[in-house]
């Protein structure tokens, strides 16, 4: 629709805050602290999701029809983990520790290719959003964290204040949230 328009998206870890303002969107993991924007950008919630175990349809929680499990028994299982600077692997650590718990190390893997790839090769139970789920059909199975609740985290959208927006901007935004 905008044949003119060059979108350069970059993922992995947030640059330093002084570079923030250099980027006409960010979508992140986490939530920035007002004091580390720049004057002109803006923060909002943009979209929740649950995570979830991820595991091989073959595993026996599987086969047994299990819905959930709980960190205690997930824990003695080998996990599957992203690379340290994972959004998911941040949050799912965060959970661990906050209910007291301290996870092994098993397997350590760069993206979530490889991660579906190690968990599906029964390497380990794994982590992922609920939507990356939806999104690619993965040889998995998946079952919900902290029963009954379930384990959440909000990704946020950094942008510019509309007096600051360019036409682009102002463009994509709207095709993004008609969607």
């Known amino acids: 629709a905008y044949p003119s ?27 920035i602290a007002a004091d580390h924007l720049p004057q002109h950008m803006e923060q909002e919630a943009w979209r929740e999701d649950e995570l979830v175990a991820i595991l091989p349809r073959d ?3 599987v086969q047994e029809g299990r819905q959930s499990a709980r960190w205690e028994e997930i824990l003695q299982q080998p996990i599957v983990w ?34 579906r790839d190690a968990v599906a090769a029964g390497l380990g139970i794994g982590f992922a959003s609920v939507e990356a789920l939806d999104k690619v059909r993965w040889p998995l199975a998946s079952l919900r964290l902290e029963p009954p609740r379930g384990l959440f985290w909000t ?21 993004l949230f008609s969607h």
Do not use: M, N
Request: with cysteine; glycine share 6%; proline share 5%.
């Open 82 to 115: 992203r690379e340290a600077h994972s959004g998911i692997r941040r949050r799912v650590e965060a959970a661990i520790a906050h209910a007291g718990l301290c996870a092994r190390y098993s397997v350590e893997v760069t993206g979530v290719e490889a991660l």
């Open 155 to 175: 990704l946020f959208l950094i942008r510019p204040q509309r007096d600051f927006q360019s036409r682009a901007v102002r463009v994509f935004l709207q095709l």
């Open 59 to 61: 595993h026996p929680w």
């Open 5 to 31: 328009i060059q979108l350069q998206l970059k993922t992995g870890p947030l640059p330093d805050a002084l570079s923030l303002g250099s980027w006409d969107l960010l979508f992140t993991e986490e939530q």
